[in-house]
Each structure stands twice: as structure tokens, then as C-alpha cells.
């Protein structure tokens, strides 16, 4: 996809792509993983960088899915405490 195909010129904005993640790693703190590799900078301008072309993975991130009601299906029952088993042993961090 062309910059003038693309509905924003500038390219895709990785915040809002469902493949965007923030690793763990402080030395490259953002990932794509669509395209599967880590960057120090946000990947689309990694990828326009390297290929000279904007992103073709992004995806946008879709809608937050909607809440059941609780009257829609019912919730299991937590077990008793009677019920749950017990442990004799401490564990310590």
C-alpha cells in the first residue's frame, strides 16, 4: 500500500495496531508481532526505515467486546471452603 492508498499519509500509527506489544526487554521496548522482531523505536518506522515503504501488517484493533449481562448465562458457583483442599505446607519468597 502506496502513502497516497494509505487513509493516513504519515502511516500507520502502531498504537492503535492489534499486533503492537510492549516488551519486556528496556533495550527494545516495543514488538510487532505480526512481523515478529523487536525495535528500540515504534516498528512502523522501523519497517518504513528498512523497506521504504509504510507497514502493510497493521491491523487496527478491534472494539472492546461487549459486556454479557449478568441475567445472560449464569455464573458458576465458588466452591465452599470446606470444599477447597487444604495445604500443610508454607511457602516462602
Partial sequence: ???????NPRGPNCW???????????????ACQRLGF?????????????DGQHCRGFAPK????????PSAAPRPEAPSA??????TRLWQA
Fill in 1 to 7: 500500500m502506496a502513502a497516497e492508498d494509505s487513509p
Fill in 16 to 30: 492503535q495496531c492489534r499486533f503492537f506489544a510492549v516488551s519486556w526487554d528496556p533495550r527494545m521496548p516495543y
Fill in 38 to 50: 523487536k525495535t528500540p523505536v515504534l516498528p512502523a518506522i522501523e519497517v518504513l526505515r528498512i
Fill in 62 to 69: 478491534g472494539s472492546a467486546p461487549a459486556a454479557a449481562s
Fill in 82 to 87: 470446606s470444599s477447597r483442599p487444604t495445604s
